[in-house]
């Protein structure tokens, strides 16, 4: 269900993490997605200062703390 900010909420979708790679400097290690790891999909939005790339935030992962990240982006995904 869209809503007018752009968010959009799913229930239960389970995503595989298929690119880890450049990770910024801003998110710690142990706060970074694995390749292969499935997470649990919370919420998805878009980043108009990125030209509105898609960003996903988890169920697993907080990222309070990690400057202006609030989740990642949408190409790092896939559906399981």
């Not at 919420?43 to 108009?48: E, F, G, Q, T």
């Not at 030209?51 to 907080?62: A, K, V, W």
Request: aromatic share 16%; charged share 30%; with cysteine.
């Amino acid at each position: 269900m869209a809503t007018t900010c752009r968010h959009f909420y799913y229930m239960a979708t389970l995503l595989r993490c298929i690119d880890d790679r450049n990770r910024p400097d801003e998110i710690p290690e142990s706060k970074m997605v694995k390749a292969g790891e499935i997470y649990t999909f919370k919420k998805l939005w878009y980043s108009a200062s990125q030209d509105n790339c898609p960003f996903i935030e988890l169920e697993e992962i907080d990222l309070t703390g990690c400057g202006l990240y609030k989740g990642f982006a949408a190409f790092r995904f896939e559906l399981v």
